[in-house]
């Protein structure tokens, strides 16, 4: 092990500019994820009843600070999958090293180790300036934590490289380099994923159905458990959608399509169908919250309002929905930066491949728009399908409350799929270097 940290490490100060990248990014990762793990642990360490001028007293009572921790422990899991996307980049990237490793007689295990050590590295620096940058906002503000709360910011700062080394094993348990210089991904039998998607749906419609037919102390006593099911179903369901979707349109297309382009994104598509359930899975789940919250959101102020209540009181209620908001705003801006991290690594690792269709003719609008097609054909059915999941929570929410269901949360889904091809044309110019023919001299 101790060899793997020494060759990790002099892997890491030997980077090169286009590792440069990388690297900055999993630092800004880990940055985000400390400050997000830092703030949690801070308000779990103010103990009883207080008074604390921020929030409109959302964090004097305990039951409400418990509310907001786990809100910050969540924001955890679009930071955990961006980091992921960040070790896949630098696996590919330093795949001839991995093959000179493995002819020296590294195993694939000592491979996967090192990057995942290299991925633990660059998150060091983020995770020490993210704690240096809290301490910081916590002198300004005038707090002074307790000894215990001290003692877990220390545990945060290390366990943020120890979390993105675990992230990096998971992210690469399928990537073997092999001695001949080359990277291939194994993945496993495609055929219990449709029948997982089965089950999915029918435990998905039976939760809907109990939720919305039971007696209405049962619906009221089990709609959080519910709300959690179904969240947790649908997120999974639209996983398996994204990757069943990419797979069908890619081998469909590439039989029927006309269009250059169509025809090069299908055969993407077709060849490698769960690369976009690997890139999009941690956004389609902020999507399923996000129509979800976005429904319960208007319902909650619908009933608030019509119950007379108070401006000093309604301020703490739309201060918790607001904070819920932002934080599902924080989340789908982690996941966009994430999709257009894997879709920039997907261009640099077909760069010999769009080099060599530049060379042979083929135009770069059309090397464009099927990189934009890539991203544009598998999230199409999986955020509609996000949609319906959160549109199911906010119906269900309505009708316990004995309101009308809003409609803005039908807007939710075109938004956010705007915003991913807006976050997947942020990798074009590097499209216009990777196709260039003087790439060709690498093969």
């Known amino acids: 092990m101790r060899a793997d940290i020494r060759m990790a490490w002099t892997l890491t100060r030997g980077s090169g500019r286009g590792e440069g990248w990388r690297i900055a990014l999993t630092a800004l990762g880990a940055l985000a994820a400390t400050g997000f793990a830092l703030a949690a642990v801070a308000v779990a360490a103010v103990r009883g009843q207080v008074s604390i001028p921020f929030a409109h007293g959302l964090l004097n009572q305990p039951g409400e600070r418990a509310g907001v921790v786990l809100t910050l422990v969540l924001l955890l899991v679009p930071v955990l999958g961006f980091l992921g996307q960040c070790a896949r980049i630098g696996a590919v990237h330093r795949h001839h090293r991995m093959a000179a490793m493995r002819l020296t007689g590294a195993t694939p295990a000592q491979v996967r ?58 992210a690469l348990r399928r990537v073997v380099a092999s001695p001949l210089d080359e990277v291939r991904r194994v993945g496993p039998q495609r055929g219990p994923r449709a029948a997982f998607g089965f089950l999915t749906a029918g435990a998905l419609i039976s939760a809907v159905g109990m939720l919305l037919t039971g007696p209405t102390s049962l619906r009221a006593a089990a709609f959080p458990v519910l709300v959690v099911a179904l969240v947790f179903l649908t997120g999974t369901g639209v996983i398996w959608a994204a990757g069943a979707s990419a797979g069908y349109l890619g081998r469909r297309l590439t039989r029927r399509a006309r269009q250059p382009a169509v025809l090069i994104a299908a055969g993407r598509l077709a060849h490698d169908p769960w690369a976009a359930a690997r890139t999009h899975a941690a956004l389609l789940l902020v999507t399923v919250v996000g129509v979800a919250f976005v429904g319960v959101r208007g319902v909650m102020l619908e009933i608030l309002h019509a119950s007379g209540t108070l401006p000093e009181d309604l301020a703490f209620y739309t201060t918790g929905i607001d904070l819920a908001g932002t934080t599902v705003l924080v989340a789908l801006a982690i996941s966009l930066c994430g999709l257009a991290v894997g879709t920039a690594e997907s261009l640099a690792t077909r760069r010999r491949g769009l080099a060599a269709q530049a060379a042979a003719g083929v135009p770069r609008t059309v090397l464009v728009r099927a990189a934009i097609l890539e991203t544009a054909l598998p999230l199409a059915p999986a955020l509609l399908l996000a949609g319906i999941g959160g549109t199911a929570v906010c119906v269900a929410y309505a009708r316990i409350a004995g309101t009308g269901v809003p409609l803005t949360p039908l807007l939710v889904p075109p938004a956010v799929y705007a915003a991913c091809l807006l976050a997947a044309a942020t990798s074009l110019p590097l499209l216009r270097r990777a196709a260039h023919p003087a790439e060709l001299r690498f093969t």
Request: hydrophobic share 70%; glycine share 8%; aromatic share 6%.
């Open 113 to 170: 180790r090192i990057a995942a050590v290299e991925a633990a590295f660059p998150s060091l620096p983020g995770s020490v300036a993210g704690c240096a940058l809290f301490a910081v906002l916590l002198a300004a503000a005038g707090h002074t934590p307790p000894p215990l709360a001290w003692a877990g910011f220390a545990v945060v700062v290390l366990a943020v490289p120890v979390a993105a080394a675990l992230v990096g094993v998971l």
